[in-house]
């Protein structure tokens, strides 16, 4: 029954700003990490973000000071907000999750949304 719903994608020109949002339903524990990641036609998966059980973030080096990940009160909601988006910002991005104290051991996310398109033009 667990859900990640992601919304907020589509085109915006270079130098733009997008707001992501994921909502995850269906856990029955507390303490949820969750992450962002990216992936664009012929390229790898990129993990682009992530936010520990204890609320600090961290970032791929392509997107550091551009890019802020959040989580909301319930910790339920994830965030990403993406300024100065570049051409290469296109991709599928995902939101994913996992009970913190299984993610601390195996570093696998196990819940992912379906998916919101961004699309950067020049």
């Known amino acids: 029954q667990v859900q990640l719903v992601e919304s907020g994608g589509g085109s915006v020109q270079y130098g733009g700003s997008l707001r992501l949002s994921c909502v995850a339903s269906g856990f029955t524990i507390s303490g949820i990490c969750m992450g962002w990641f990216r992936q664009a036609p012929g390229k790898e998966r990129e993990g682009v973000a992530h936010?520990?059980?204890?609320?600090?973030?961290t970032y791929a080096d392509s997107v550091k000071g551009r890019f802020t990940i959040s989580q909301g009160n319930a910790e339920n909601t994830l965030y990403l907000q993406m300024n100065d988006l570049k051409p290469d910002d296109t991709a599928m991005y995902y939101c994913a999750a996992e009970p913190c104290m299984l993610y601390y051991y195996t570093h696998v996310y196990n819940y992912w949304g379906q998916g919101t398109q961004v699309t950067v033009s020049s």
């Open positions: 936010i520990d059980g204890d609320g600090s973030p």
